[in-house]
């Protein structure tokens, strides 16, 4: 039940009191047909000013359901009965992948970042917690909720990519300009040995410090920040292109694929480990792989729901993919009908 405004109380008041008036007017002619104005008229409500704003069905949050009839009396179900999410039958023809055989970069790409946090997010986040404000150009370690303090297991970090996981060949193989590393406070924090927590962000701060600019100036261009996650996307989709064909002997591609499940999964792996989904040493990343070898889309879903936090996320864009019949529960996405 959703709560009234003052005005809309007002609104039903008037409506509801009109309602008694002639209601009582209709059982005093009933009982004496000769009473006065037993004619009855049209009853006219002149004061209610915000009648409007009570929109059919206010008493049911959600859709309005449509009458139905019973025993010839058109009645509305309990409001208490929620419709059920229609979800479209499974067929291949539903999903698009099966056809183009694509891989949707761009989806991928901006379901990553809504999740990892454009600049503004960033300055956000770094001025609640650390009191000053940072950016993806000026690099940043992303604050732990609990503590408020930078995440020891994180590092310099630009557009989400977290640089101490890497290493300089890797990136570069994925197509960053080698320019980009030869800043010496960018080698600090490289794989396999860069900087992380507390240390990174103080270094951060210390290497950007301006007076002119607000206490902090950008390290980086946007176009290297844009690179920098470029090559990063670029290895880590490689990756969960090998572990998926490898797992299922070669009979599930990535490519085919709903784009809703591709991002889910990417946002997965690139928040476990760059990538690496058979990697025996993240039990979450092996079971998962598990799940989407065996085609159990439906476990995967329940499995992610069931951690929290990002991974109900990624789960959220599988279930919609399941819902509009571009993912069966469990099954390969594009067996043949």
Known sequence: MRKLTPRQVSAL????SAFVIGRAHAVLCSEDPAAPNCTLSEIVINSCQYCEEIQPGWWYEGPIPSLTEVGGISVLPDPTDIPAVTTIPFSPNNNPDCKVNSIHNNTIGDFIMSNEGGDSQVEQETLSNYHY????????????STTHQPSAGSGCTVDGVD???????????GGAPASIFA???????????GVTGTTAENDIYNWSYDWRNYGTAPL???TEGWQLFSAAFTEVQNGVQNDISVATNGTLAFAELPATAQAAIMDFSWYNDGGVLNNPNNTIAVQSLNFIANNNWDGLISYWKSLGGRYAIEAGELMQARKDGELPPTGAPCAPA
Request: one cysteine or more; proline letters at 10%; hydrophobic letters at 35%.
């Open 13 to 16: 008041s008037a409506a509801l």
């Open 133 to 144: 404000k940072l950016t993806n150009e000026t690099m940043y370690v992303p604050p732990d």
């Open 163 to 173: 640089l101490h996981q890497w290493h300089t060949w890797q990136l570069e193989a």
């Open 183 to 193: 800043n010496p406070d960018i080698k600090m924090c490289m794989g396999p040995s």
């Open 220 to 222: 980086l261009t946007s």
